[in-house]
């Protein structure tokens, strides 16, 4: 009865999980943080229902698939470590240095199958001793894949989250409650981690199968959470790059990231979205004093507030254009962080050079 329960449960949470990657792909604004939590579901779902295809002995009718699940640890640790970077408030690498990280899932995952394919042995010792836990240590080859593919993924995992400890050291910021519940989350999802380890190193299948277990819970748990706290994600960025940034700035005022910080308050929290915001709001939010950051703004970009916060209003207005042909002018003008139509007419002319109605009028052509 147990063994049925815990059979329709990884089934369940194996889909659930798929669920939670078609959700992230699906957004409308999708960013990066989307694709690389799609990508790490998807290797959590993938290796839930490898577990549950052995029990359920479906495997047996996919024998190529033995094993690959070891493939799905060496891209759990990437994924992770640069979902973890973007939560501090990092910039991500480039696709492609992004992308090397993933060679090692890639290469072993094709290794994995070519080694199927040519040792048939597996299924008849599977069908013959009725095993429902995938066995590593039958082969040298895989067994040593997969020790190392444990070893990866806490590799990663383990420095991504020193970094997060390391900004919730600054007792000077006191409310980071977004990245003190990512902290113990990740916490959690590196003891399993080490278990599923130690259980590689001593072969133990009833270990393994406890620790996939239990991250499976947590991985369904967060897909639970990110739908009770749909903003969870940003505040916990915010908070982030909000002490990183005070922690810089207390050594004293560098034009370089007080430029840094403005560009992303600007691109990220859209801060020229708020009619009201003033240049004493702004540089508030960068701890300097007014007459600081219009010295900055003046000797590094050659602008002044008001052509700032209009420059990024009217990119947004042109943005929302393209996104919703059908939304009419004032909607647009007052989402970009205008007060009346007639402002944002004014505006959008000067810089661009055409009334917003006409630019309309050529995106659709």
């Keep these: 009865m147990l063994g049925n329960i815990i059979l329709y449960s990884e089934f369940a949470c194996g889909v659930i ?18 694709y690389n939590l799609a990508g790490l579901y998807f290797c959590l779902s993938y290796v839930i229902l490898i577990f549950w295809s052995f029990k359920s002995g479906v495997i047996l009718h996919l024998p190529w698939m033995f094993y690959t699940d070891i493939s799905m640890a060496f891209a759990i ?17 480039s696709l492609f240095r992004y992308m090397i990280h993933f060679i090692p899932a890639f290469v072993s995952f094709i290794a994995i199958i070519i080694y199927n394919i040519t040792d048939n042995s597996l299924t008849d010792y599977y069908i013959k001793n009725n095993i429902d836990y995938p066995v590593y240590h039958l082969s040298h080859f895989i067994g040593i894949i997969e020790l190392i593919s444990s ?46 380890l130690l259980a590689g190193i001593i ?64 691109e990220d929290e859209k801060v020229f979205a708020d009619e009201d915001i003033t240049l ?52 647009i003008a007052l989402d970009s962080g205008f007060s009346s139509k007639s402002s944002f007419n004014s505006v959008f002319l000067k810089i661009t050079g055409i009334a917003p109605r006409d630019y309309r009028k050529n995106i659709r052509l």
């Design 77 to 93: 640790g990437p994924f992770v470590y640069f979902y973890i970077k973007t939560v501090i408030g990092l910039k991500t690498d």
């Design 203 to 266: 072969r133990n299948n009833v270990l393994n199968d406890i620790a996939v277990y239990f991250l499976t819970l947590l991985a369904v748990w967060y897909f639970i959470f990110s739908f009770r706290y749909p903003d969870f994600t940003q505040k916990a960025i915010k908070e982030a790059r909000t002490v990183r940034y005070k922690s810089s700035i207390i050594n004293g005022i560098d034009s370089d990231t007080v430029l840094r910080r403005l560009d992303e308050l600007m």
């Design 280 to 331: 004493q709001k702004l540089s508030g939010e960068l701890m300097i004093t007014p007459h600081q950051l219009s010295n900055i703004l003046n000797s590094k970009r050659k602008i002044n507030f008001r052509t700032l916060i209009n420059s990024y209003r009217v990119k947004e207005a042109i943005s929302l254009m393209k996104q919703f042909p059908d939304k009419n002018i004032l909607e």
């Design 151 to 196: 070893f990866v993924m806490i590799s990663y995992i383990v420095p991504a989250t020193g970094k997060l400890y390391m900004l919730l050291r600054d007792r000077s910021h006191k409310s980071l409650k977004e990245l003190k519940i990512v902290f113990r989350y990740l916490s959690l999802v590196i003891f399993f981690s080490g278990m599923m």
């Design 17 to 34: 999980l798929l669920l939670f990657v078609v959700l992230q792909l699906t957004y409308r604004n999708r960013e990066f943080i989307n």
